[in-house]
């Protein structure tokens, strides 16, 4: 495997650079030093052509919005805080607000808007960052740090670390959406399998309700492999109150098994996901505009990008106690483990 750093950016003095890790076989990952940012994941389909496909910017100054934190690590809480509220043993505490009035992927300047410092591995790279005190509100400061390493087999290993510095809330994922067709055709129509009998509900602010649903004979089972968009325009509240489609956790039947599954007809392209965490958020990229150009000649657009969030249940501090799982300290850190593994065709397991 070699790697190559190239300066892309500067940005308020600090340079970002992008780490790109390749594999003997041409199998390649492009990685920012800025919010630990994947922008590529080059594969062949299979007719042999190699593409992208995560989506990434055209532009590397839209990362620095990056609104729909495309490929970046999220945190220090992964998903949204109702009211941007919480309490740990009685202390409330209070993050910052911007999403409509609640918390959102760790506030204004999360993990996805940090300069991370970068140490080579012999498989890849870590990105290490340190929260403050206080950052965005969340009690303790935070030792990250975020590997990715790469395998000729077309493997791609993220392994998180956090050590709070005292007890405080954690939640991390990484936020590619995912393209298998390279961006020829609408991520929407891919098939998806998820290993999960529950979903949980969310209302209107796309938080979670504390109530778990099962998928059984409604549009959010994906325990068999069918198409996104098979049943993504059903009548169903749940579809509805997150703009028509997929925004939900998804709570896991097992961390030892295949958690998902995905797979592009078209290209052939499959990617088998397997995480120690507890749940996915599968989202659909219902809340996607044509604002910025991508993956070279297209435009953001509804259902473009699938992501496969594996994390903790957001909000779930809030409203459910059998569910909540994010509160860390210093002598019990934060760690997950997730695998994305990439192959042409799929088992008949599926």
């Known amino acids: 495997m070699q790697i190559k750093k190239t300066l892309v950016a500067n940005f308020l003095g600090l340079d970002i650079y992008k780490y790109s890790l390749i594999a003997e076989n041409g199998f390649q990952v492009d990685i920012l030093n800025y919010g630990a940012i994947i ?3 080059w594969t062949p389909d ?3 052509v190699i593409e992208n496909i995560v989506l990434n910017y055209d532009d590397i100054n839209d990362y620095i919005d990056n609104t729909p934190y495309l490929g970046a690590i999220v945190g220090r809480y992964a998903g949204r805080i109702a009211n941007g509220k919480f309490s740990i043993d009685g202390v409330d505490c209070q993050v910052s607000t911007n999403n409509s009035g609640h918390s959102l992927h760790g506030g204004y300047r999360g993990l996805d808007k940090q300069i991370f410092e970068v140490s080579i591995l012999p498989d890849g790279i870590k990105l290490s960052y340190t929260s403050k005190e206080l950052d965005e509100g969340f009690p303790g400061s935070v030792e990250f740090e975020i590997s990715y390493r790469i395998s000729d087999d077309y493997t791609l290993t993220i392994d998180c670390i956090a050590r709070p ?3 405080t ?10 393209n298998l067709s390279g961006g020829k055709n609408l991520a929407s129509s891919h098939q998806l399998m998820v290993n999960s009998d529950k ?3 969310v209302d209107s602010s796309c938080l979670f309700t504390g109530e778990v649903l099962d998928v059984s004979n409604t549009p959010f089972d994906f325990r068999k492999l069918k198409p996104i968009d098979r049943d993504i325009n059903d009548v169903h509240q749940q579809l509805e109150v997150v703009g028509g489609g997929y925004d939900h956790p998804y709570i896991l039947n097992t961390t030892t098994d295949i958690a998902a599954k995905l797979f592009d007809p078209i290209s052939g392209r ?3 996901v397997t995480t120690t965490s507890q749940a996915i958020v599968l989202y659909s990229s219902n809340f996607l505009v044509p604002d910025k150009q991508v993956n070279g000649q297209y435009c953001l657009e509804k259902y473009f990008g699938i992501c496969l969030e594996t994390q903790n249940i957001p909000n779930a501090i809030n409203v459910s106690s059998k569910f909540n799982q994010s509160i860390y300290n210093k002598d019990a850190p934060f760690s997950s483990k997730t695998v994305w593994a990439f192959s042409i065709g799929h088992s008949n397991s599926l």
């Open 199 to 201: 979903f949980c509900s």
């Open 270 to 272: 499959s990617l088998e």
């Open 39 to 41: 922008t590529g994941i």
């Open 169 to 178: 809330l954690i939640n991390l994922t990484n936020h590619s959406y995912f």
């Open 46 to 48: 299979i007719n042999g």
């Open 165 to 167: 510095s005292e007890k």
